[in-house]
């Protein structure tokens, strides 16, 4: 059935810390993981800031700049920068409540994928609590287009994603990654994959304020002779198209619950990512809240049963 559909939420059993470069500030960024109330939801609070109770939810209300990262909030003093990989780990794990004390204005790159974020949530283990876990179900296709690119949710018993791109690279080429996600696929085929870019961009970024804490140990890094510079190379077959995945993953994390269906993308980004969630969310007959069905229910033939969502539902735009 794809992520993690069992039918509590869940938090982390205790805390757990990380610490590391920001890939765009280059500066170093403590982050820790506390355990979580149900129905909290995922919540980042600027513990470098001087009010610091003001907290940045993980949902797509509060998606900011989507340029070369996924930015939650716009205001400089709450923002949090690069929270994809997390996010993504966060969804495919199945934790559905989670307080981030986080130090600096952006979650740390650490090896540039979510293997480590992976380590330290299942260092500490999860904690099931009595409350129902909710999901997102996409009920018809909903598609949008950006120039040649263009993403799409359609129905799908199960949560799928098709992720394809397409780069004049000859190194990268075309590439396609298609595959149902739960927490063991993710592990395996999605979370290794590190995030990438090219020599010849360097400079730019650099000039811009970007990239600053980029290095051959966080970054796949593209030659101008179209090969791979890191000494170890690839880590896996189609390791670009797997990150453009881990990427979608984490950016539709931010729904604020889990959803089943199939997402499909072609030559797709944070900011296609983020457009196409929010043009799902926006049609309120393109989706339904679904619950898991008791037993008494599932012996009726339904696995999953709609319910009647809260006003200020985490999904509302």
Not at 70 to 93: F, I, K, N, W, Y
Request: a negative charge; aromatic letters at 8%; charged letters at 25%.
């Amino acid at each position: 059935m794809g992520i993690n559909l069992r039918g509590f939420q869940t938090t982390i059993k205790e805390r757990v810390a990380l610490s590391g470069i920001g890939v765009h500030r280059g500066n170093r960024v403590n982050i820790s993981f506390y355990p979580a109330d149900p129905d909290t939801g995922v919540v980042f609070h600027r513990m470098d800031r001087a009010d610091d109770a003001e907290e940045v939810r993980a949902l797509v209300s509060e998606i900011g700049n989507t340029d070369l990262c996924t930015q939650l909030g716009d205001e400089p003093e709450r923002h949090v920068g690069t929270v994809e990989h997390l996010m993504a780990t966060v969804s495919a794990l199945g934790i559905d409540n989670l307080l981030i004390e986080i130090d600096g204005p952006e979650v740390p790159i650490l090896d540039g994928s979510a293997a480590m974020y992976v380590e330290a949530f299942d260092s500490v283990g999860l904690a099931v609590q009595p409350v129902k876990r909710r999901f997102i179900r996409v009920a018809k296709p909903v598609r949008i287009e950006m120039g040649c690119s263009w993403a799409e949710f359609r129905p799908y018993n199960g949560t799928r994603f098709e992720v394809e791109i397409d780069f004049e690279s000859p190194l990268i080429g075309r590439q396609v990654f298609a595959s149902d996600i739960d927490g063991a696929i993710f592990r395996r085929e999605i979370a290794p994959a590190r995030t990438f870019g090219f020599m010849k961009d360097v400079e730019g970024l650099w000039a811009s304020g970007h990239a600053l804490g980029s290095s051959l140990d966080n970054s796949i890094v593209i030659g101008d002779d179209d090969t791979v510079i890191n000494p170890g190379g690839l880590r896996m077959k189609n390791e670009f198209v797997r990150h453009k995945t881990l990427d979608a993953i984490g950016d539709l994390a931010l729904a604020g619950a889990q959803f089943i269906g199939c997402f499909r993308s072609y030559r797709g980004g944070h900011k296609l990512n983020a457009a196409a969630l929010r043009a799902l969310l926006s049609d309120v007959s393109a989706f339904e809240v679904v619950e898991a069905a008791t037993r008494r229910e599932r012996g009726r033939g339904a696995e999953m049963i709609a319910v009647s969502a809260p006003v200020f539902a985490p999904w509302t735009l």
